[in-house]
């Protein structure tokens, strides 16, 4: 990810994150982590001990379908809650942003670009000063 440094944002050379190895065995490595599990990577790269990694996988207990239905039913509420937040987020900044005399109602990507076209022309505003 890029840092930023006086506000201007400069790219990570990510060479660095893997000292001990070279370029091209970072590349092959990377080509791993597709294929395998990342233990049986970092074994196979010799960062960990020569001991072979043991990962304890968590067994899944056998849940009735009554259960099952219940938690659905309870994710599905907290989404229906979530979007409509989300959408009455949009009401909220439709109302403050300048629209263009339409009759209809803007889409959510049409408020995004109208606010973010509004808080540009306001900023050039106030730089103008």
């Known amino acids: 990810t890029p840092t930023k440094e006086?506000?201007?944002?400069?790219?990570?050379?990510?060479?660095?994150?893997?000292?001990s190895l070279s370029h091209n065995t970072h590349h092959n490595m990377s080509l791993q982590v597709h294929s395998s599990s990342t233990e049986t990577l970092i074994h196979s790269q010799g960062i960990i001990g020569k001991?072979?990694?043991?990962?304890?996988?968590?067994?899944?207990?056998?849940?009735?379908?009554?259960?099952?239905?219940?938690?659905?039913a309870q994710a599905n509420n907290r989404e229906r809650r979530r979007m409509h937040g989300l959408n009455d987020a949009y009401e909220r900044l439709r109302e403050v942003?300048?629209?263009?005399?339409?009759?209809?109602?803007?889409?959510?990507?049409e408020?995004?670009?109208?606010?973010?076209t509004y808080i540009n022309a306001l900023s050039q505003l106030l730089n103008k000063d």
């Open 51 to 72: 001991q072979p990694l043991r990962v304890r996988r968590r067994q899944h207990k056998a849940v009735g379908t009554e259960i099952v239905k219940k938690r659905r």
């Open 97 to 109: 942003v300048p629209a263009l005399g339409n009759d209809r109602k803007l889409s959510k990507f």
């Open 6 to 19: 006086n506000n201007v944002f400069t790219p990570v050379n990510y060479d660095n994150f893997w000292p």
């Open 111 to 116: 408020t995004l670009q109208m606010a973010q």
